[in-house]
């Protein structure tokens, strides 16, 4: 895919830049990788409201206990070695 080009301001800029290097890539791959993340957050983010949607409806929540048995209990807590 051919490149192009995008104008924003020099602090902008430099920003990303720093950004860049602090993660060892560069300005353009790092870029990339920010809208594959801000992707998969929008993603999440879209999953986590049809959840919600569908455990609100009438009944499901109920359900979902019956047949898996409710949340585990706090008892459950991982203990810690030494």
Do not use: N, Q
């Amino acid at each position: 895919m051919p490149d192009t080009s995008v104008r924003i301001d020099e602090t902008t800029r430099d920003r990303f830049k720093a950004l860049a290097d602090a993660a060892g890539l560069s300005v353009k791959d790092y870029l990339e990788r920010v809208a594959d993340e801000k992707e998969r957050e929008h993603l999440l983010d879209t999953a986590t409201a049809a959840f919600r949607r569908a455990i609100g409806a009438p009944g499901v929540a109920g359900r979902f206990d019956a047949d898996f048995g409710g949340l585990p209990s706090a008892k459950h807590a991982t203990e810690r070695a030494a």
